[in-house]
Nanobody, 114 residues
Framework: VQLVESGGGLVQAGGSLRLSCTFS????????IGWLRQAPGKEREWVAS????????HYADSVKGRFTISRDNAKNTVYLQMNSLKPEDTGVYYC????????WGQGTQVTVSS
């Protein structure tokens, strides 16, 4: 299984970014997908997850109401729409897939300037 993130970058506070996570190497719908982030000097923090069929989503309290996770099973891609970004959202964002084991992407940097 391979996961490739894209869409990170530098944005001002209050702005938006959309991250993508493209999956390959197995049956996409069999895997729940999630996002975690890691800020400099901090532990990794779970952000959001979505079930294989896309019907169930879960969010960390810190992003609820601002971030939306979705998936397009025809494109083997999960998206994380991030709105009203804050400087504390800065970090490396990793997508992961849960199946027989957990698979990780390489991460994409998100920087929110104040």
């Amino acid at each position: 299984v391979q996961l490739v993130e894209s869409g990170g970058g530098l944005v001002q506070a209050g702005g938006s970014l959309r991250l993508s996570c493209t999956f390959s190497g197995a049956v996409f719908e069999d895997h729940a997908i999630g996002w975690l982030r890691q800020a400099p000097g901090k532990e990794r923090e779970w952000v959001a997850s979505i079930s294989g069929n896309g019907l169930r989503t879960h969010y960390a309290d810190s992003v609820k109401g601002r971030f939306t996770i979705s998936r397009d099973n025809a494109k083997n891609t999960v998206y994380l729409q991030m709105n009203s970004l804050k400087p504390e959202d800065t970090g490396v964002y990793y997508c992961f897939a849960t199946g027989p084991r957990v698979y990780w992407g390489q991460g994409t940097q998100v920087t929110v300037s104040s």
